[in-house]
């Protein structure tokens, strides 16, 4: 069999990359030609396919890929993805919180929900920030963006930010503050329902060759 087990693997481009084919040389998958090719996205020789993160789980439900890798974030983000999440990988490790404005006045999202009884939420996670506010029962409006969410509430988008935060970097550069913190997020490996059945062997073998690494 060869090293990923005949299975096709749907891997993310961007924050994630680098440490998920770190993990397939690990196990064997000969990542070099990935690495030598930034522009092509299909690998059919070591059965690698790369695309966005958010695009992953979308592949795997399609069983386009046999199994994924993407941010728990995404995951929470698609919860009616029909995939089977099989293990937390460990890296990748970010957070998602609500950030504001550090104003001398206090946090801005809870002065317009004083005032007016909502307030303006600009993220690229509509699903994951609406659920938290329900949950904490306050109105807010979501504002979609595609990036660099940050800028929303310093030109007046927003009052604040849901997001993900690493190092925290962004948030300070651009006078952010963290007001509550959602979740902390990690790669995790992902199935696709049936191939997990018809291929459980193949996955198995692999799932167990991760653990062990
Ligand atoms: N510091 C970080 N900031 C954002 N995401 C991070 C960070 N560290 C790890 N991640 C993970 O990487 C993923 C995002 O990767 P990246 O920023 O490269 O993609 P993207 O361009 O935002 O992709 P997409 O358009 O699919 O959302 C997140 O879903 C998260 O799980
Ligand atoms: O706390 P830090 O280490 O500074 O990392 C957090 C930043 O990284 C991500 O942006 P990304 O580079 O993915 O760009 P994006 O704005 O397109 O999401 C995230 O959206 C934050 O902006």
New binding site residues.
């Given amino acids: 069999m060869s090293p990923n087990n005949g299975l096709t693997i749907a891997v993310?481009?961007?924050?994630?990359m680098g440490d998920t084919l770190d993990l397939l040389d690990a196990l064997g998958v000969d990542t070099t030609e990935v690495r030598e090719n930034d522009r092509k996205l299909l690998f059919e020789d070591v059965g690698i396919v790369t695309m966005?993160?958010?695009?992953v789980p979308t592949y795997v439900e399609a069983g386009a890929a046999d199994i994924g890798i993407?941010?728990?974030?995404?995951l929470l983000e698609q919860s009616e993805r029909e995939v089977y999440e099989l293990l937390d990988l460990g890296y990748?490790r970010?957070e998602m919180v609500v950030a504001s404005v550090d104003e001398p006045g206090g946090d801005p999202m809870v002065e317009a929900l004083r005032r007016l009884g909502v307030t303006r939420i600009a993220t690229?996670y509509y699903a994951i920030a609406q659920r938290h506010f329900e949950e904490t029962g306050r109105q807010v409006e979501i504002v979609e963006v595609k990036?660099a969410v940050e800028l929303a509430p310093l030109t007046g988008l927003s009052e604040a930010i849901v997001d993900?935060t690493?190092t925290g970097t962004t948030l300070r550069e651009n006078g952010l503050v963290i007001r509550e913190r959602l979740f902390v997020?990690t790669?995790r490996l992902i199935a696709n329902p049936v191939a997990h059945k018809l291929k459980a062997q193949a996955i198995d073998d692999l799932v167990e060759r991760i653990r062990a690494r």
């Fill in positions: 993310p481009r961007g924050a994630l966005r993160p958010s695009d993407t941010g728990k974030d995404v990748g970010c690229k990036g993900l690493a997020a790669a």
